[in-house]
Each structure stands twice: as C-alpha cells, then as structure tokens.
C-alpha cells in the first residue's frame, strides 16, 4: 500500500510524484532537511531540525532556503497537475516556524492551474538540475540569459545583484577566500564536513564522491569547497576554471525566517531557469555563512540588501546525482494543527 495519502483531489499516486520532486530540491550538504504533512485539504512543508548543521549553518538560514528550494518545487509539480498552490508561510507564526513546532509552509487548493510551455521547462528542469562543481566551458554567459536569470528571482521576490569589474570581482573572490580559511580552522565544521560529503558506497543523502567535484588547487580562482574526501573525481594536475565565470549574489529584501524561504524560493527559480537554458551552477556559501565576512559582502556590494547565496554560473558539462531519501521516510503522521493564517500568497 501507498504510505501516501492522497490530498487536494490528487491521488496518492499524484502527491508521491509531488513530494518526489519537492525533495529534488538543493540542499546544504544535501542534508534534505524537510519533511511534510499530507491532510486531505493540505501539504505541510516542515523543517527537520535533525538535518541542521549547527556548525556550518548555526542560524538555519540555508535550513530555511533549502525549505523554500523545495517549497518552490512542490508548487511547480502541483501546478503540473493543474492545482493552483495557494501558499501560507509561516502558518503559526515566526518563533513556530524556526523551533519546528509549527509548519515552514502551508499549500492548500487554489483553483485550476492553467499549462504553459514556461511551466513545463520548468518542471522538466527539477529533475534535471545539477549543482555542478566542475569547470565550465570557457564562453560567457550572454546578456540576454542573465537577463532572464535576473527576472527568475524578481518573480519570487528575490534580486540577483551581478558582480561586474575587476574590482569587485577580486574583492568578493578574497571575500570567500578568508571565510573558507576562517571554516576549515573550525573542527565542529570540518566534522560536519567529513559527515555529509565525500560519500562513497549507498546512501540517502549527503554529497557522494562522484558529485564532489575537482579536489580544490591552489590555482582555483574561487574557492569551492573540498567535498571529495581526498578522492576527487578529477584529480588531474593543472585543471583550469573558466576565467570570467558568472558570479551572482542572490540577494533578499528583507531579512529573517520568512525572507529565506521566500529566497530559497527566489533562489531554486534562478536554479532551474538556469538549466532551461542550458546553464549549469556551483555555490560559494563560504562568504555568505561567516557573519562578518557577510556584512563585509554587503559593503563590497554596496548594498542594503540582505545576501543570501552566491552562485557561479557557465555552460558545464554532465555531472552525476545526488542521492534523496525515499518519499515514505519524509511523512509526519496525519494529525491536524491549529491553522491561522498570515501572508498568504497564491502565485500570478
Ligand atoms: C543553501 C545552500 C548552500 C549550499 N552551499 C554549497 C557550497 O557552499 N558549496 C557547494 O559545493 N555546494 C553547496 N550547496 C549545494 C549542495 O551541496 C547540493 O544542493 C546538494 O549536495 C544536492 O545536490 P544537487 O544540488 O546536485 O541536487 C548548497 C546548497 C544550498 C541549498
């Protein structure tokens, strides 16, 4: 039997293959630090604080963003069967959302969604994208293609602020740099590190081998952590980056539980449009995880904003999977929550 239920008229089957795609979405380590509620007139997006890394992510902010990432998935695979996701963040308030008491998100029925030609890119890309470590092809991204990428996370409330010139491309580079020193001087988070990634043999989550990428050299212009565990995939001397990568900071108006899952949202939006258009990315969290070298970040950026992930984009070429847990392990017992609701959002 389906361990399943059905809900917002989908069947079991349906809600399977939409829990199935939620759980595509990125994540920290690929901790999959999510799980959900299935009643029968709604999904309950939920953080599994088991899945923190209190070393790397003490404030769970990438918690929240992963939770929005996923957020952003189940919304697309609802609307791929023509349920319009009528979306509650933070149903029973702030302080319930961050202590797990409450739910990340609520998605109830919301009318019909119609099908477009946008949709289906989109839905095909979550099972398609990739975080790709490995060097790009050495073409640079074309202006129209930022473009769009720039638009993907102003649709989800987001802002894609693109570093431009030498200057500045050299000051966020030493930026990630000093913040990736500062980490691998921390031994709380080189155990996390050693936890999750560098995998080999079978597993649910955490960041196998194979997906690890090139083992780090020193003449990397950006700095990508070392998820190889000493064994990486390409180990060949010499492998050179792209030199004018894409680097984007993915920025939030606002800052706070309820504007990362709105970023995680704003952030997996520029993901998967970026793999529509053939793009591939890597991240470079390091800058964005050490308080002070993010508050340095905002000054190199002159902004007001808040940053919340830093993304190198380019044309890459195929890399391997990552593991997910299987949908029965991410199911919380149907019982039913007191329900009150503030910004409701349904999408245009
Ligand atoms: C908030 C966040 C921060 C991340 N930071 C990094 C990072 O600094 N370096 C990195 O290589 N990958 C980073 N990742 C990517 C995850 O490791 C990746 O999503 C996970 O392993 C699952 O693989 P997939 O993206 O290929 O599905 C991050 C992902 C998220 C959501």
Same mark, same amino acid.
């Given at each position: 039997?389906?361990?399943?239920?059905a809900a917002l008229?989908?069947?079991?089957?349906?809600?399977?293959?939409?829990?199935?795609?939620?759980?595509?979405?990125?994540?920290?380590?690929?901790?999959?630090? #999510?799980?959900?509620?299935i009643?029968?007139?709604?999904?309950?997006?939920?953080?599994?604080?088991? /899945?923190?890394?209190?070393?790397?992510?003490?404030?769970?902010?990438?918690?929240?963003?992963?939770?929005?990432?996923?957020?952003?998935?189940?919304?697309?695979?609802?609307?791929?069967?023509?349920?319009?996701?009528?979306?509650?963040?933070?149903?029973? @308030?702030? /302080?319930?959302?961050? %202590?797990g008491?409450?739910?990340?998100?609520?998605? /109830?029925?919301?009318?019909?969604?119609?099908?477009?030609?946008?949709?289906?890119?989109?839905?095909?890309?979550? +099972?398609?994208r990739?975080?790709? +470590?490995?060097?790009? *092809?050495?073409?640079?991204?074309?202006?129209?293609h930022?473009?769009?990428?720039? /638009?993907?996370?102003?649709?989800?409330?987001? #802002?894609?602020?693109?570093?431009?010139?030498?200057?500045?491309?050299?000051?966020v580079r030493?930026l990630?740099?000093?913040?990736?020193r500062?980490?691998?001087?921390?031994?709380?988070?080189?155990?996390?590190?050693?936890? #999750?990634?560098?995998?080999?043999?079978?597993?649910? %989550?955490?960041?196998?081998?194979?997906?690890?990428?090139?083992?780090?050299?020193p003449?990397?212009?950006?700095?990508?952590?070392?998820f190889?565990?000493g064994?990486?995939? *390409?180990?060949?001397? @010499?492998?050179?980056?792209?030199?004018?990568?894409?680097?984007?900071?993915?920025?939030?108006?606002?800052?706070?539980?309820?504007?990362?899952?709105?970023?995680?949202?704003?952030?997996?939006q520029?993901?998967?449009?970026?793999?529509?258009?053939?793009?591939?990315?890597s991240?470079?969290?390091?800058?964005?995880?050490?308080?002070?070298?993010?508050?340095?970040?905002?000054?190199?950026?002159?902004?007001?904003?808040?940053?919340?992930?830093?993304l +190198? *984009?380019?044309?890459?070429?195929?890399?391997?999977?990552?593991?997910?847990?299987?949908?029965?392990?991410l199911?919380?017992?149907?019982?039913?929550?007191?329900?009150?609701?503030?910004?409701?959002?349904?999408?245009?």
């Amino acid at each position: 039997m389906n361990p399943v239920p059905a809900a917002l008229g989908l069947s079991a089957t349906d809600i399977t293959g939409v829990l199935e795609a939620a759980s595509l979405a990125p994540s920290l380590h690929n901790s999959q630090p #999510w799980r959900f509620r299935i009643l029968p007139d709604q999904i309950e997006l939920h953080a599994d604080l088991a /899945r923190s890394l209190p070393a790397t992510d003490p404030e769970q902010r990438e918690l929240r963003l992963s939770g929005g990432a996923a957020l952003l998935n189940l919304r697309l695979a609802l609307q791929a069967k023509e349920v319009r996701p009528l979306v509650t963040l933070l149903p029973n @308030g702030y /302080r319930a959302g961050v %202590d797990g008491s409450g739910a990340l998100a609520v998605v /109830r029925y919301g009318g019909h969604a119609r099908q477009s030609p946008e949709l289906t890119g989109l839905v095909q890309a979550v +099972r398609t994208r990739r975080t790709n +470590r490995r060097p790009f *092809i050495d073409a640079p991204v074309p202006v129209s293609h930022r473009g769009q990428l720039l /638009r993907a996370a102003e649709s989800e409330r987001g #802002w894609l602020y693109a570093l431009s010139g030498r200057d500045q491309h050299a000051a966020v580079r030493d930026l990630v740099v000093g913040a990736h020193r500062e980490q691998l001087a921390n031994p709380d988070f080189l155990a996390e590190l050693a936890a #999750w990634t560098g995998r080999e043999g079978a597993h649910w %989550d955490g960041v196998p081998v194979s997906a690890g990428g090139p083992q780090p050299e020193p003449q990397d212009e950006w700095v990508l952590r070392d998820f190889t565990a000493g064994r990486g995939h *390409i180990r060949t001397a @010499g492998k050179d980056f792209e030199s004018e990568p894409l680097i984007v900071v993915l920025c939030s108006f606002h800052e706070g539980p309820l504007a990362e899952l709105q970023a995680g949202q704003a952030l997996q939006q520029v993901l998967l449009t970026a793999t529509t258009l053939g793009l591939s990315a890597s991240f470079l969290s390091q800058a964005i995880e050490v308080p002070h070298i993010r508050a340095k970040l905002r000054r190199a950026l002159e902004t007001t904003l808040e940053p919340q992930a830093i993304l +190198r *984009i380019g044309f890459g070429s195929p890399v391997p999977a990552t593991p997910r847990r299987p949908v029965a392990d991410l199911l919380l017992p149907q019982v039913t929550p007191p329900a009150h609701s503030q910004f409701d959002r349904s999408p245009t």
